[in-house]
């Protein structure tokens, strides 16, 4: 049985740490994942390396080919608009849900990490943003208590995190996820879900809007 969980936990942790690393850029879209590489690179035996694989195809990050293996999904513009598209539909109904629920400690909750992101922007912290904007939202969701929409909401959005710190941000874009964050948080603490979603919709299409903006230029300059 302790074998059974020191397993398991094993191939979380190395699923935890490829994660990280798609999030951080440092495994890019359509990418080869080579068990090989990745035992060495994480310090661990073949197995769960093969089985964290398979677990993030579930989450349909990777693509198992037979002939091929391994290999991180890539990133198209219309996988960036599905993906952004879907998103606003989640994120809208999981604000109204927070916006119904909240307390006034949930809600300082949320002015705190909101404030982390402004703080590790003010820093120039391009990996800090990434964690504090991703924890600011899943808290959100955490609040709606909708775990089916939550989760479905994460499927593959690390491939576009990924993209973004690949691409980068336009010139007003930082500025306005600030703004945007802080109206967000607003609405909620307010209890008005109308305006959350609102604003959830607007700061994903924006983010949408932005990002494939980022790439056309990218594309067109190369």
Same mark, same amino acid.
């Given at each position: ?16 740490? +490829? ?143 990924? +993209? ?59």
């Amino acid at each position: 049985m302790n074998q059974m969980v020191q397993h398991e936990t094993m191939t979380a942790r190395v699923e935890r740490a +490829i994660r990280r690393d798609i999030v951080a850029g440092l495994i890019a879209p359509g990418e080869r994942l080579r068990v090989a590489d990745l035992s060495a690179r994480y310090g661990v035996s073949h197995i769960p390396v093969r089985e964290a694989l398979r677990q993030l195809e579930g989450d349909r990050l990777v693509v198992i080919d037979p002939h091929k293996g391994a290999i991180l999904r890539g990133v198209t513009p219309k996988f960036v608009r599905d993906m952004h598209d879907t998103r606003a539909a989640l994120e809208t109904l999981l604000v109204r849900n927070a916006a119904e629920r909240i307390t006034p400690a949930g809600a300082d909750e949320l002015d705190r990490l909101a404030e982390a992101y402004e703080q590790a922007a003010a820093g120039g912290q391009a990996v800090a943003m990434v964690e504090a904007n991703l924890t600011l939202h899943r808290r959100i969701a955490v609040l709606a208590d909708n775990p089916v929409a939550a989760d479905i909401m994460e499927q593959g959005w690390e491939l576009v995190v990924s +993209i973004r710190q690949r691409y980068g941000f336009g010139p007003s874009r930082i500025a306005a996820i600030i703004e945007q964050h802080r109206r967000l948080v607003d609405a909620i603490r307010s209890g008005d879900a109308v305006l959350a979603s609102s604003v959830a919709l607007e700061h994903c299409l924006d983010a949408r809007d932005d990002l494939l903006a980022r790439m056309e230029e990218a594309a067109s300059s190369a």
